[in-house]
């Protein structure tokens, strides 16, 4: 099992920065890509970003040129800097993890609300 906690989301106007943090504990040598995920009420839950255990990216239209991923597989840790907020990048951001090569899972984080003000 893996187990994600995230951090570091909060208010900050227009234009500012966040980055946020998720760790990753327990068996964490399985896991593969780790990836931002976001969702607004009512909304379906949409990707911001991806990366790959060997430190491929992928990032979703709306921010890139704006984010940036980057992990440090020694701490299990996955980070996400976001620069020039709009208010319509405020959501809940959700951490997941993928891996296992028999047996393949998802897991997610509890989320991080993000709230931007304009």
């Known amino acids: 099992q893996v187990q994600l906690v995230e951090s570091g989301g909060g208010l900050v106007q227009a234009g500012g920065s966040l980055r946020l943090s998720c760790a990753a504990s327990?068996?964490?040598?399985?896991?593969?890509?780790m990836g931002w995920y976001r969702q607004a009420p009512g909304k379906q839950r949409e990707l911001v970003t991806s990366i790959t255990n060997s430190g491929r990216t992928n990032y979703a239209d709306p921010v890139k040129g704006r984010s940036t991923i980057a992990r440090d597989n020694a701490k299990n840790t996955v980070y996400l800097q976001m620069n020039s907020l709009k208010p319509e990048d405020a959501d809940v951001y959700y951490c997941?993890?993928?891996?296992?090569?028999?047996?393949?899972?998802?897991?997610w984080g509890q989320g991080t609300q993000v709230t931007v003000s304009s």
């Open positions: 997941d993890a993928v891996g296992g090569a028999m047996t393949p899972f998802v897991y």
């Open positions: 327990g068996t964490t040598f399985s896991i593969n890509d």
